[in-house]
């Protein structure tokens, strides 16, 4: 199984390699994949070294799977050449989302659709991959209707220069600036670009994403995404109508049974989903479960996951493991 990952030297990259070697993912040989500027160099995987090589190079060595986490434009130039040469690629950038003719997939929701014919399969956005666990097992039963989110969005979703910003605010240093304006003890109600509709191009992917994962269009969703000072983990407040009405006892139980979701909601202890106990964790996790008093059939819950696992580098390499089980590649 000849394993490239483009975008090795990046912070979802360097996290796919940590969870590839965690997973124990069938790896015989690793291809590191990087710009031209990072060829040569050398990375660590189970104890070997491997070279970095160029998209160039690694597009011609027979790879079984890519896992791509090197932008859009990237993924929009290179998955393709990829597919052509008989690799299945999984890409981690927005580039092929919502392409009709490519498969958006949380695989415990969704994984039996792939097929041995698609060579190019979407990863969707961190955001988008938390919501839609802890909703799943909820519309299966009680059918969304209308659905508000809120999300506080770690600055590690942005990347490293990001994180880099928030490090220098909190020790006093200038540097340079990934937002428009602070992140430290500060809020930014802009996550990725504006719309012409007003949206970011987050919030509309949490819009439109969910609906293709869950194969169904029939519910509405708004969305509004919100930049925070916290170094890892995404939060999400939700906000969701059902059909038909609900037991609380039964959401909690459809919850922690549904794999990959955890409940955490005791308040006599105290005990809610934080992104600091989510940190380098697979899991999604739900908490301060309640009704909606103000509309019938209405459901509040928190929900938050380490965005570059679940959200990122895990359901990635948890597509290509399901990929393999299943005999697709």
Not at 41 to 59: I, Q, R, S
Not at 185 to 204: I, Q, S, W
């Amino acid at each position: 199984m000849r394993i490239a990952v483009v975008g090795a030297t990046g912070m979802v990259g360097t996290v796919m390699l940590k969870v590839l070697e965690e997973r124990n993912f069938p790896v015989t040989e690793l291809i590191p994949v990087a710009s031209a500027r990072s060829a040569g160099k050398k990375l660590v995987f189970k104890g070997k070294e491997y070279m970095v090589v160029t998209l160039e190079d690694a597009v011609k060595m027979n790879v079984d799977i890519a896992l791509f986490s090197a932008g859009g434009d990237t993924s929009l130039e290179w998955a393709p050449k990829f597919a052509e040469a008989g690799t299945t690629v999984i890409d981690n950038s927005s580039a092929w989302r919502m392409d009709p003719t490519k498969r958006l997939v949380v695989p415990e929701i969704n994984g039996d659709i792939l097929t041995k014919q698609d060579k190019i399969i979407a990863n969707p956005n961190c955001s988008t991959i938390q919501l839609v666990m802890a909703l799943s097992p909820l519309h299966d039963k009680y059918k969304m209707k209308r659905l508000v989110v809120s999300t506080y969005q770690s600055v590690s979703g942005t990347g490293v220069k990001a994180v880099q910003q928030l490090d220098n605010e909190e020790a006093g240093i200038e540097g340079e600036m990934a937002y428009p304006h602070p992140i430290g003890r500060n809020a930014l109600p802009h996550c990725d670009v504006f719309l012409e509709n007003g949206y970011t191009k987050e919030e509309m992917k949490l819009v439109k994403e969910p609906k293709k994962i869950l194969r169904d269009d029939s519910f509405s969703i708004t969305a509004t995404a919100v930049r925070i000072p916290t170094a890892g983990g995404h939060s999400e407040a939700v906000n969701v109508q059902f059909e038909n009405d609900f037991d609380l006892d039964d959401v909690r139980k459809l919850l922690n049974s549904f794999p990959g979701v955890v409940v955490q909601d005791n308040l006599d202890t105290n005990t809610y989903p934080m992104p600091i106990y989510a940190h380098d964790k697979d899991d999604v996790f739900v908490g301060r479960i309640r009704r909606d008093e103000s509309q019938a059939k209405t459901l509040n819950m928190w929900v938050v996951s380490d965005n570059l696992r679940k959200g990122a580098a895990t359901n990635t390499i948890q597509i290509a493991e399901y990929l393999v089980e299943m005999g697709l590649v």
